[in-house]
């Protein structure tokens, strides 16, 4: 049996090609608007079409993977995403890379939920929150190599060279995957026959769109960040190195915010003002001018109330709820991401300047304290998470 924190390192690595690609095209975003001739409104939907399939697709993804199983599904996730990309590189056609998007995004949305599913097989009762926040980071971490390392090959090659080398970092991917094994044993003994109750149903949509509006929130910095900086003159190479600051210090933060709130057993408290403290520096970044260190700031406060935010779920779920449950909770983490993103662009338009996308990011993370009070109300109402089908 392979060491489970072996398997994690695998899954981490496996899903960060995911934020590679979805990174792929913010990171090159003004080349796009130069070679195909698009607006930062057209930037923000492909942006947000890679979360297009994941309104229909994150609540049968657990169902496709437990019929053909779970590595099936992760490896026809990532031949999706590899496909996507290919055709995005390969073609000067706009329409091509919305299509390409929406086939990328359509592997990611499988990859992302079955992973998910996979570290919770592995870690159940046994450093659950540990592994989670560890896997979550596997998110920044894409993100932040994607700012560092793609910028410089689009200036030297194009926006089609940037595409490929993503390809050819999926493909190492899909290599990964069948690496995989699964704990049998310990699935075999999930409980089965649960639904879910209207009351929990409607708290885990709640907590969906919490991680949705706070996931906004953050893609702003690294969607359009590139872009605010590049309107003050920098280069876009010098641009993605200083977004990738916020990425790689919020991969530490996000680990450091759910082990405070667990050694504090502040939760709430985590959640609500790591949320303020995120809307306050988003305000403040275009409107400083000492960037590196207004940069620095945001990465250390921006991560704080991601585990908070994830650990919500848990708190109206029974374990044999949770497949179904974490379905309802990415369907609405997708559509609010794919809304909140093209949103997002079409008021940076609207703004006349990317900075205007750090306003409307800041505005989501004050929604999310407002969703959060509800979410309370109504899981005080919870008091059994679900019920035995008979």
């Given at each position: 049996?392979?060491?489970?924190?072996?398997?994690?390192?695998?899954?981490?690595?496996?899903?960060?090609?995911?934020?590679?690609?979805?990174?792929?095209?913010?990171?090159?975003?003004?080349?796009?608007?130069?070679?195909?001739?698009?607006?930062?409104?057209?930037?923000?939907?492909?942006?947000?079409?890679?979360?297009?399939?994941?309104?229909?697709?994150?609540?049968?993804?657990g169902a496709i993977g437990q019929k053909v199983g779970d590595k099936a599904v992760v490896l026809l996730?990532?031949?999706?995403?590899?496909?996507?990309?290919?055709?995005?590189?390969?073609?000067?056609?706009?329409?091509?890379?919305?299509?390409?998007?929406?086939?990328?995004?359509?592997?990611?949305?499988?990859?992302?939920?079955?992973?998910?599913?996979?570290?919770?097989?592995?870690?159940?009762?046994?450093?659950?929150?540990?592994?989670?926040?560890?896997?979550?980071?596997?998110?920044?971490?894409?993100?932040?190599?994607?700012?560092?390392?793609?910028?410089?090959?689009?200036?030297?090659?194009?926006?089609?060279?940037?595409?490929?080398?993503?390809?050819?970092?999926?493909?190492?991917?899909?290599?990964?995957?069948?690496?995989?094994?699964?704990?049998?044993?310990?699935?075999?003994?999930?409980?089965?026959?649960?639904?879910?109750?209207?009351?929990?149903?409607?708290?885990?949509?709640?907590?969906?769109?919490?991680?949705?509006?706070?996931?906004?929130?953050?893609?702003?910095?690294?969607?359009?960040?590139?872009?605010?900086?590049?309107?003050?003159?920098?280069?876009?190479?010098?641009?993605?190195?200083?977004?990738?600051?916020?990425?790689?210090?919020?991969?530490?933060?996000?680990?450091?915010?759910?082990?405070?709130?667990?050694?504090?057993?502040?939760?709430?408290?985590?959640?609500?003002?790591?949320?303020?403290?995120?809307?306050?520096?988003?305000?403040?970044?275009?409107?400083?001018?000492?960037?590196?260190?207004?940069?620095?700031?945001?990465?250390?406060?921006?991560?704080?109330?991601?585990?908070?935010?994830?650990?919500?779920?848990?708190?109206?779920?029974?374990?044999?709820?949770?497949?179904?449950?974490?379905?309802?909770?990415?369907?609405?983490?997708?559509?609010?991401?794919?809304?909140?993103?093209?949103?997002?662009?079409?008021?940076a338009a609207w703004f006349g300047s990317a900075s205007g996308a750090f306003d409307f990011g800041?505005?989501?993370?004050?929604?999310?304290?407002?969703?959060?009070?509800?979410?309370?109300?109504?899981?005080?109402?919870?008091?059994?998470?679900?019920?035995?089908?008979?």
């Open positions: 049996m392979p060491n489970r924190w072996s398997i994690l390192a695998l899954l981490f690595t496996v899903r960060a090609t995911m934020a590679l690609q979805f990174q792929s095209v913010a990171a090159v975003s003004p080349l796009l608007i130069r070679d195909f001739g698009v607006s930062l409104a057209d930037v923000g939907v492909l942006i947000g079409l890679y979360f297009a399939p994941g309104v229909a697709l994150a609540l049968a993804g996730g990532l031949a999706l995403m590899l496909a996507g990309g290919l055709a995005m590189a390969l073609s000067s056609s706009w329409a091509i890379q919305i299509a390409g998007r929406v086939v990328a995004g359509t592997g990611g949305v499988l990859i992302n939920v079955l992973m998910t599913k996979m570290v919770s097989d592995w870690f159940a009762g046994r450093e659950i929150s540990t592994a989670m926040a560890i896997f979550v980071n596997s998110w920044p971490f894409g993100l932040a190599i994607a700012l560092l390392m793609l910028p410089p090959i689009a200036t030297a090659y194009g926006t089609s060279a940037v595409y490929l080398v993503v390809v050819a970092l999926i493909a190492s991917g899909m290599v990964l995957a069948l690496l995989y094994r699964s704990p049998s044993a310990e699935q075999s003994h999930a409980p089965q026959q649960v639904r879910l109750t209207r009351l929990s149903a409607t708290a885990v949509i709640a907590a969906g769109a919490i991680w949705a509006l706070y996931n906004v929130g953050f893609a702003m910095v690294f969607s359009f960040g590139p872009a605010m900086l590049t309107e003050r003159s920098w280069s876009i190479t010098a641009a993605g190195s200083a977004m990738s600051l916020v990425i790689w210090i919020a991969a530490v933060s996000v680990p450091l915010g759910g082990y405070i709130a667990d050694r504090t057993g502040k939760n709430d408290a985590i959640l609500l003002g790591g949320c303020a403290l995120f809307a306050a520096i988003m305000i403040a970044v275009p409107r400083s001018e000492a960037m590196i260190a207004v940069l620095t700031v945001l990465g250390l406060v921006s991560g704080l109330a991601a585990g908070p935010i994830l650990s919500l779920p848990a708190r109206v779920l029974e374990p044999g709820a949770r497949a179904i449950g974490m379905g309802v909770f990415y369907s609405v983490y997708y559509l609010g991401m794919m809304a909140g993103t093209a949103l997002g662009g079409t008021y800041a505005a989501m993370l004050l929604a999310c304290m407002a969703l959060h009070c509800s979410f309370q109300r109504i899981a005080r109402r919870s008091s059994l998470p679900a019920t035995r089908a008979s």
